[in-house]
């Protein structure tokens, strides 16, 4: 299997991870790649690049069944309001494209909110920075790796 990015940071920091592989022909949604997987859905998470009413980036991580609540994933960064990143602006800002952003190894770190479902969860499954990998890990390794707050963010 292919090293990316982020497990290269994370062996790195030898920390503990699981790296799981998909075919990645075309870019399947997340409830496809749980699927591909053998995953729980409630598990496996997608991240979301935001920008709030400040011009501030924010990256939210939610289950892949779930839809983004705008208005709570403002409160839970405390401005007025926030809308998703334009798809054309995902790479230049964040090194990842569309179906391969991890919320670790961006090229710059913004506060990151991982939704409340997160607590009842042993391992989160999320992108490893390239479609067709993802990676494994407990919540606390990943806060080993970036910091990040708990909030209710779904619909």
Same mark, same amino acid.
């Given at each position: ?14 920390? /503990?991870? *699981? ?16 699927? !591909?997987?053998? =995953? ?6 997608? *991240? ?14 939610? /289950? ?11 409160? #839970?960064?405390?401005?007025?309001? &926030?809308? !998703? ?29 991982? +939704?409340? *479902?997160?607590?009842?969860? +042993? ?10 990998? =993802?990676?494994? !890990?407990?919540? +606390?390794?990943? #806060? =080993? !790796? &970036?910091?990040?707050?708990?909030? +209710?963010?779904?619909?």
């Amino acid at each position: 299997m292919e090293k990316t990015n982020v497990m290269r940071l994370l062996d790195g920091r030898k920390l /503990p991870y *699981t790296a799981h592989e998909y075919p990645a022909q075309s870019v399947p949604n997340g409830l496809e790649v749980a699927r !591909m997987l053998g =995953q729980d859905p409630t598990h496996v998470f997608k *991240t979301l690049v935001t920008v709030g009413a400040s011009h501030k980036n924010y990256v939210l991580v939610i /289950p892949v069944g779930e839809e983004l609540s705008l208005k709570k994933a403002a409160e #839970a960064v405390h401005e007025k309001s &926030i809308e !998703m990143l334009k798809s054309k602006e995902l790479l230049p800002l964040t090194g990842y494209i569309h179906g391969g952003c991890s919320p670790i190894g961006m090229k710059k770190q913004f506060p990151t909110v991982v +939704d409340e *479902t997160a607590l009842l969860c +042993d391992t989160l499954v999320f992108s490893a920075g390239k479609v067709g990998y =993802q990676v494994e !890990m407990t919540p +606390d390794v990943l #806060a =080993q !790796m &970036i910091p990040y707050t708990i909030a +209710d963010v779904t619909m």
